[in-house]
């Protein structure tokens, strides 16, 4: 019988400091987000839930599409239409749509959290899976460092 492993995984996304149109790649311009640890030795996971923080308080519609392979099929333009290439469909099992208003509002920054997700994946070989985000409104991000991932998982050890 295997044993349950739960957690967040931190996945820091670096982005421009500019403005983003809708259809946009936000924080992929080395290609997918790879997201390490992701799997045990079965390669096997759920993604549980998805938490964003927005330091800079843009609270924009965004799509984190989630592969178990690296598209690198793929164009990866930051801050451009990025755009998807036939065979790397294949590796996308699931993504979660962050709603401009579900965000919840500090002082200066914002943050958005999707549970109760049950989205089973087998990771590469490396035990990772892949992220892509996709601008779905119109941000200013004001520095690099202005949005956090967080995405909890389960996963068999």
């Known amino acids: 019988m295997s044993q349950k492993r739960v957690g967040h995984l931190d996945v820091g ?3 421009q400091a500019a403005a ?3 259809g946009e790649l936000v924080g992929g311009a080395n290609g ?9 030795n079965l390669r096997t996971g759920r993604i549980r839930s998805v938490l964003l923080s927005d ?6 519609a ?5 592969f ?3 598209p690198s099929n793929s164009t990866y ?3 451009g239409a990025h755009t998807v290439h036939d065979t790397d469909l294949e590796y996308e099992f699931a993504y979660v749509a962050l709603a401009q208003a579900s965000y919840i509002s500090f002082a200066d920054n914002a943050v958005i959290c999707v549970g109760g997700l049950d989205f089973p994946y087998v990771a590469d070989a490396d035990r990772k899976i892949y992220a892509v985000i996709i601008s779905r409104g119109s941000p200013t991000y004001v520095a690099t460092t202005d949005l956090n991932l967080k ?5 068999d050890a």
Request: hydrophobic fraction near 40%; charge should be negative.
């Open 13 to 15: 996304v670096t982005v």
């Open 32 to 40: 997918a987000i790879a997201i390490a640890n992701a799997a045990g």
């Open 20 to 22: 983003y149109a809708t």
């Open 77 to 79: 333009t930051e801050n």
């Open 55 to 60: 330091r800079s308080n843009q609270k924009s």
């Open 68 to 70: 178990s392979t690296n």
């Open 151 to 155: 995405i909890g998982i389960e996963y």
């Open 62 to 66: 965004l799509e984190v599409h989630f």
